[in-house]
């Protein structure tokens, strides 16, 4: 008999963003959805980021970032994930980012950037929909 495994999301903080509400209503809300999350907690390099998803084996990072570091930091993060030959893990984030630097960023890689306002439930469903499940025997 073969089993979906959960979603695992890793939630992360990076930088010296230190407002982290945000990223904790969201973790929540995707574990109330079922899914497993990690939250590294507060100002996370990429690096420990990058790290922190290989180790927990995670399907989806989500960063949340207010600090107008976006165009940095995502890259960074994507770049790190091609060194270490992550695939199938879906990059996402939220914060406060312009639609010029959503359309940036989504060219090199990134998913979906959630706004400010988003319903939770739109978070959930994409992940869902996005993830890359695999299959357990």
Do not use: W
């Amino acid at each position: 008999m073969t089993e979906k495994k959960r979603i695992r999301v890793l939630i992360a903080k990076p930088g010296l963003d230190g407002h982290d509400r945000g990223a904790k209503v969201i973790a929540c809300a995707l574990r109330d959805a079922g899914m497993e999350v990690i939250y590294s907690g507060l100002h996370q390099t990429a690096e420990m980021i990058v790290e922190a998803a290989i180790q927990e084996d995670v399907n989806v990072i989500g960063i949340s970032i207010l600090s107008g570091a976006h165009l940095t930091i995502f890259p960074e993060i994507l770049n790190l994930m091609k060194k270490k030959k992550i695939k199938n893990v879906l990059l996402i984030g939220g914060g406060i980012i312009p639609d010029e630097d959503r359309t940036k960023l989504k060219k090199k890689g990134v998913g979906k950037l959630f706004g400010p306002g988003t319903p939770l439930q739109e978070i959930v469903e994409y992940i869902k929909t996005h993830a890359k499940l695999y299959q357990v025997t």
